[in-house]
């Protein structure tokens, strides 16, 4: 602080004498040089408030100005008038501008009477990335062993995280500090040029929210990343634009993420309510954690907006049958865990309790590399970025700066997704693409050459499921993916999907990894600094990709002595999901119920009633009946019309919902203490074991799973049965009983 007031000779007076200064001021100096002040562009603004300080002569006007390294002063203003304990306070408005400037101030009524800061400030972007070891190896020498790029300008970056501390660092081409903060930097400088950015991580490896919130919890310090915050924001400054992408430790939440993490974020539980901390958390089935914070102890939503970007790639450690089933058979938990987390991240996004606390969700970060070969034909830490290639971590900086830029609007393109399908009508293939421009892929962009076919899933175009199981043939034609069937051609009721499990599309371990497959994913050149492109969203609309195709599958007709199906198996144990699709066209009863699906001993029943509902029942493995023959409205089902319903049963998460023609018409919630159907008891379709409550009409398809999925899609994977006309076809199935059918 420099101090000009009484006692200093200020200049000769008319008659040649000196002239003592009758008044003194000071100005209280910024925490650090070269500190920078957010400019607001989360609300679309350019400008910052800038907290100024300190003292002088009671009742005098205080004025200020902007000296900018380079530039020219800017004009006097008014700022404040010194308060009779000798204290002033003022705010200055300050545009976003490429100098750093330091604030000089002065007596009014006395001008030479001056003061000016020692320390510069900015105004540009203050970001915030929160997340685990994603981040933590963005600025980790010890995992970045690349050379670093060079940097297209000096100290317009800066880079705070805490160790032991807050540390601060200023990056230089001559010091960039490692190549994947070398490589974030550029897209900023290039992206904005004469814009700063100060990028916080608020980062600790291997930790999630539960462990940030609970001080009981040692895995990490919430103090830590306060006091980081506080140094970060130490002269009033706020952090603008804080993001999160964080999945992996919190990805065990499942489809709970919303539920669990939503309070933490607004300060609301899901559905409005109001949750004061510290508190306990409960969510989902009955699960709890405790909360002793929240960001809102951090961020203020005056001046703050979440960026929300993300899920990242999650890749395979074994070989897969599809996207969240190992070859063996076996649930991938992790995967199948990732893909609902995405699904709920949306949700917590959308929700609209969360007012506008959310920018629109950003890009995925999904067409990097995870992992090195461990020398040996194997491949090892594949949950986290390559530390020793390009397309490593320092690709992931750069996907993450784009997200930042792109969801605060200091980028104008818009995040590619497939929202553009055609079937080809004769089901010889259907073509995928979006509107924000054309499809490619890393592997076309770069003229490298395609993988060649030692595997069936290696195709132009990874990450597409038919009917559960890998696409075989996905290219690219006209800056579309052209996507052909697995089988002679696509039928009425093939379902396709992109970007399931962990969005990776990778099968074969670690064949995938050594084939580069994360080039092969899709991919729209937006025009964005320093990548061909940015990742295609995962999980497009189930609208969008609907199929079209009239059903010319062969039906069967189905008398009252049969046939009808029963599994010549019980159960089995461990059985607590269940997907029942039916596609039929049933008569409805005169009277009574006929039982569409079920199992022996009425702990699943799925009826049809004379008046068109559909009547449920579900009791657990303990005998507790959870849904009690619950109708639907009636009429869902018209005398012989053709429908398709859909069952979905998780009794570990506490559901079962029914869908007709793609509408769901019945939720039941419930709380099991023994989440399993019993392993002694026979699926049943069509009629009870004894041929009792027959169906009768015309069959198209009958398919069980022994997993679901909560929004009534298909799941991955073959049924665990499925009946299919002709006649002939289905007298000829194992499960069949009664008598034959016709058709």
Known sequence: MLMFGLGLTAGPSQAGEAVVPTTMLSIDDFSRDKTLFDSGAAFGNSVTQVPLSGTGTADEVVQMRLLPEGSAATEWSDIATVATDGTWAGVAIVARRPEWLRVEVRIKSEPVVRSLTSNRFGVGHVIALWGQSEIVRIRSTVHNTMTPEPLLGDDAVQVMWYEDGPVLKHLTNADPHTASLAAMAN????????????????????????????????????ADDAALHAFATADGQHVGLPAVSWFATPGALSEFYEDALFPLFTGKTVDGTSVTFPTTITYGNNASYKADHWFGELYDPAHTKWVAYGPHRFDIYADMQNATVLAGGAPQFNLNNKENVRRSWRAMVENPNAGDLFLPLGLEPLTYQNGISDATEGWVDHSHPSGNTDDGTPMLARLTAHAVLQ????????????????????????DIWSSTGPVTTLRIARGEAALDDSYPHWTDVFGWQINGAPAQRAEIVNGRVRLYPNEAAFVASDVIRFGEGG????????????????????????????????????????TVLVNPLVDNAPAFLVGETGPHFADPQQLGEGVDQLHV???????????????????????????????????????????????????????????????????????????????????????????????????????????????????????????????????????????????????????????????????
């Open 187 to 222: 897209v900023f400088m290039e992206e904005r040029p004469g814009d700063k950015f100060a990028i916080v991580l608020q980062a600790v490896a291997g930790t999630g929210f539960r462990a940030l919130v609970d001080d009981a919890n040692t895995d990490r310090n919430w």
């Open 407 to 430: 969801a605060s609007g200091l980028t104008d393109w818009d995040i590619p997704e497939f929202d553009q399908a055609e079937w080809e009508p004769s089901g010889a293939y259907v």
């Open 503 to 542: 969005a990776s599309g990778m099968i074969k371990f670690p064949e995938d990894f050594y084939a580069g497959s994360y080039k092969n994913l899709p991919i729209v050149d937006v025009g964005a600094a320093r990548i061909e492109g940015v990742p295609v969203r995962s999980l497009p609309s189930e």
């Open 581 to 743: 699709r039916l596609s039929l066209a049933a008569d409805l009863p005169a009277s009574g119920a006929d039982l569409l699906m079920g199992t022996t001993g009425n702990y699943v029943k799925l009826e049809v009633v004379p008046d068109g509902a559909l009547r449920l029942r579900l009791r657990d493995t303990g005998g507790t009946v959870h849904v009690d023959n619950v109708e639907t409205a009636a009429g869902v089902l018209a005398n012989g019309v053709q429908a398709d319903i859909a069952l979905s049963i998780d009794m570990v998460a506490g559901y079962l919902r029914v869908w007709v023609n793609d509408v769901l018409v019945l939720d039941q919630s419930f709380t099991s203490a023994t989440p399993t159907l019993p392993s002694n008891r026979t699926l049943l379709l069509l009629s009870a074991l004894n041929g009792a409550y027959q169906v009768t009409g015309s069959i198209k398809r009958l398919s069980i799973w022994k997993t679901t999925t909560a929004d009534g899609g298909v799941p991955n994977g073959t049924p665990y049965k499925d009946v299919t006309g002709p006649a002939s076809v289905a007298n000829a199935n194992a499960w069949k009983l009664g008598t034959d059918a016709q058709g």
